[in-house]
């Protein structure tokens, strides 16, 4: 396993990233456009342990070439040695792959840098940022954080999709995509200063496309003057 991955396995295999095979057992299209599978673990979990947000890159077969993609374990059990994936689908090679997975098929992914730490102090609040292809890891982020409140602008619409918020404690922005992202980043450039400074402790998570998350954690960074442990910001999927 993790042979002829190129540079990207290769770097990996150095970093001591661990690889592991996973088998799929059941699949459901939650929407036409977001499929859930079920898979074995290859006995991952009893190795790694469990932790919010905890996520895992698959290895797929794009036209010969390999290509990584990170998805987010959805009720991992590491008793009986299973998870799921969720899978925000649109064009691409990973989604070719979901759309047509059936159980027994297998695929081979790596662990490495994975990790959670809760922010210290608590969050007060909790502003999120993220779209469908973060979901999983918003819902396993509002677990994590228990009762703490949260502001969530969601890129795109919820209707079907298993979110976890709670309307009592968490408030759902909902904000079309349009612009390759340009406009949620308008709409949180708007909207985040002036919550911020209402909360004595604020903690920021933003999971978008590269571009948008890169561009809205110079903003939070540059120009709210966030510091780096009361934020964190990860590109979950790149456009084109």
């Known amino acids: 396993m993790g042979q002829g991955r ?27 456009d977001y499929r859930r599978l079920r898979f074995t673990d290859g006995g991952m979990l ?13 290895w797929f ?9 990170a998805y987010t374990l959805v009720d991992p059990d590491p008793v ?3 998870f799921g994936l969720e899978f ?26 994975t990790g959670f730490d809760v922010p210290a102090p608590a969050p007060s609040h909790v502003f999120v940022v993220g779209d469908p292809a973060s979901l999983p890891a918003v819902n396993s982020l509002l677990g994590a954080l228990g009762s703490v409140p949260a502001t969530i602008w969601f890129e795109g619409t919820l209707d079907g999709l298993p979110c976890l918020a709670d309307p009592a404690r968490h408030e759902v922005r909902e904000v079309p995509r349009r612009d390759s992202g340009a406009h949620l980043v308008e709409r949180v450039r708007a909207d985040l200063p002036d919550l911020l400074r209402a909360h004595p402790d604020p903690y920021v998570w933003v999971a978008c496309d590269t571009a948008t998350t890169r561009t809205l954690s110079a903003f939070l960074r540059k120009e ?10 990860l590109g979950y999927w790149r456009t084109g």
């Open 6 to 32: 190129g540079w990207e396995g290769a770097v990996l295999r150095l970093m001591r990233a661990k690889d592991y095979g996973f088998t799929v057992t059941h699949a459901e299209d939650v929407t036409p």
């Open 61 to 69: 077969d794009n036209a010969g070439k390999p290509h990584q993609r």
């Open 224 to 233: 709210l003057d966030v510091p780096k442990q009361r934020m964190h910001a």
């Open 88 to 113: 925000a689908l649109h064009e691409g090679c990973a989604s070719d792959w979901a759309r047509a997975a059936k159980p027994g098929d297998t695929i081979e992914a790596t662990v490495q840098g």
């Open 80 to 82: 009986a040695g299973t």
């Open 46 to 58: 009893a190795a790694t342990g469990v932790h919010p947000t905890m996520w895992v890159r698959l």
